[in-house]
């Protein structure tokens, strides 16, 4: 019963940051409750291995390089998950930009910097 509330056939997920740690692991979980996957990061290398092995395991996947920082790139990965399987039902953003500092020693201008890379992937602008 439990696994019926989280069938996610026929649902196209996005997740970016998805070449290695939680993302990646998070992309195959998503797979492996029936969604189509697209995963998306800088480095094709390690996303081409992931999409292997999501195949392997039954699921469904396609991956295209990204930097989230270029709001084309965003625009581009939405536009080739839609080509591959669909409209994107579900986005996990685990990609950004970070400016390692102290939370009372970061600027207004780095604050918004991080924040505003996040927005605009989740809005996909």
């Known amino acids: 019963m439990i696994d019926s509330m989280f069938d996610l056939s026929g649902r196209t997920a996005l997740v970016t940051g998805a070449s290695s740690g939680i ?12 969604a189509n996957v697209i995963v998306a990061a800088r480095r094709m290398e390690p996303l081409s291995q992931l999409v292997q092995t999501i195949q392997a395991s039954g699921g ?5 390089a990204v930097d989230v920082t270029d709001s084309s790139n965003v625009k581009d990965m939405f536009d080739f998950a839609e080509e591959q399987f669909g409209v994107v039902d579900i986005v996990s953003n685990n990609a950004g930009v970070a400016d390692a500092k102290l939370a009372t020693g970061i600027s207004v201008e780095s604050w918004d910097l991080v924040l505003t890379q996040r927005t605009t992937l989740y809005l996909g602008l």
Do not use: R
């Open 23 to 34: 993302g990646a692991h998070f992309a195959q979980v998503l797979a492996s409750y029936g």
């Open 60 to 64: 469904s996947a396609a991956a295209v």
